[in-house]
């Protein structure tokens, strides 16, 4: 596992290649101007529910795939504010969880087993007290593959429902954080900018802090 130092570091670059990528996407758009703010007004935010599940499929088939949870929150805060875009983050993460974890258990298991047997062994260890609150303090962590610990935990012994459901919850913060982050691009910029840096740096003090705990209450996984 990084250090926290280096974590802060990794994660401002992300919030700054973030907030960068928000105003080019708000001022020109991309692809020669066919995605930008008028085309997600036309086709997400205007559209009512269809627009939430339009971006639940392709947000939850992003992260199934291994983009990263926080660059999801952040398109969700931009497109849909920051309470909307928080809660559509989290299903749509959850979703992507969902899809990774059940083809890594169900279809891919010798070969994930092959591939990542030092971490399935450590994930064992790491989720036989208590799969529930292991995968949430997981998920508290502010960086890390979420793909290789859908993969790792889809062989594990790490309980299907427990797992999920940890994921869920434990995926609310740093959606919200990076939520706050995408609606600033067109709300009170300076403040909540300023104020989603502020909580990344309280959550990952946080989650390096309860990391460090249950390590030495137990065993460490995904190192």
């Known amino acids: ?6 974590t802060i ?10 907030i960068a990528a928000g105003f080019l996407l708000k001022k020109w758009g991309i692809g020669g101007g066919i995605l930008n703010e008028a ?7 205007q559209n009512g529910a269809s627009g939430g599940v339009m971006f639940l499929a392709i947000g939850g088939a992003f992260i199934a795939v291994g ?4 660059g999801v929150s952040f398109l969700a805060g931009f497109a849909f504010g920051l309470v909307t875009g928080t809660l559509l983050a989290v299903i749509a993460t959850t979703i ?5 974890f059940s083809f890594s258990r169900f279809l891919a298991r010798r070969w994930i087993a092959s591939k990542f047997s030092e971490r399935i062994a450590k994930a064992d260890d790491f989720f036989k007290a208590n799969t529930f609150a292991a995968t949430l303090l997981i998920r508290f962590l502010p960086l890390g593959s979420n793909l290789v610990t859908n993969l790792v935990a889809g062989v594990s012994k790490a309980g299907a429902v427990a797992f999920v459901g940890g994921s869920g919850l434990g995926y609310i913060p740093q959606s919200f ?7 600033g ?8 900018i300023s104020l989603s840096v502020v909580l990344f740096l309280a959550s990952a ?8 705990k249950y390590r030495r209450e137990g065993s460490a996984a995904f190192d």
Do not use: H, K
Not at 1 to 6: A, D, F, N
Not at 39 to 45: E, F, L, T, Y
Not at 67 to 70: D, K, S, T, Y
């Open 1 to 6: 596992m990084q250090s926290l130092p280096r």
């Open 9 to 18: 570091i990794r994660g401002l670059i992300i919030i700054a290649v973030l």
């Open 39 to 45: 085309w997600i007004d036309a086709n997400i935010r």
């Open 67 to 70: 983009f990263p949870r926080q």
């Open 96 to 100: 992507g969880c969902i899809v990774t």
């Open 177 to 183: 954080i990076f939520a706050l982050l995408g609606s």
């Open 185 to 192: 691009i067109s709300l009170e910029p300076g403040l909540r």
């Open 205 to 212: 003090a946080l989650g390096f802090y309860l990391y460090r």
